[in-house]
């Protein structure tokens, strides 16, 4: 499966993006899928997970009431929307799928597929 994430940008803080990701087959509609981010100099995280189906979710406690995964398995693509951004979301934020079940995780390890990230600059 080939991730495409798109949708980063410059925004000021208070504001909005939404980021996307296309998938290439359509085995994608059975995988969990997930938002990490990579700040510089740190360590990639967990953002938000979804499950295969949209009915489950996951949240990182730092976005929790600001940032919202979807997915529509009839696009094989998955969303971010994120609102209230802060300057510490600056990052390069990632989709991955997880091939190995259909219920998302926190952990970078659980995922198999992975975008080639979009970079999200908040300016204070």
């Known amino acids: 499966v080939q991730l495409q994430a798109s949708g980063g940008g410059f925004v000021q803080a208070g504001g909005s993006l939404r980021l996307s990701c296309a998938a290439s087959e359509q085995t994608f509609s059975s995988y969990a899928m997930g938002w990490f981010r990579q700040a510089p100099g740190k360590e990639r995280e967990f953002v938000v997970g979804?499950?295969?189906?949209?009915?489950?979710?996951i949240t990182a406690d730092s976005v929790k009431g600001r940032f919202t995964i979807s997915r529509d398995n009839v696009k094989n693509t998955v969303y971010l929307q994120m609102n209230s951004l802060k300057p510490e979301d600056t990052a390069v934020y990632y989709c991955a799928a997880r091939s190995s079940g259909s219920w998302p995780r926190r952990d970078v390890y659980e995922y198999d597929y992975w975008g080639q990230g979009t970079q999200v600059t908040v300016s204070s």
């Open positions: 979804i499950s295969w189906n949209g009915g489950s979710t």
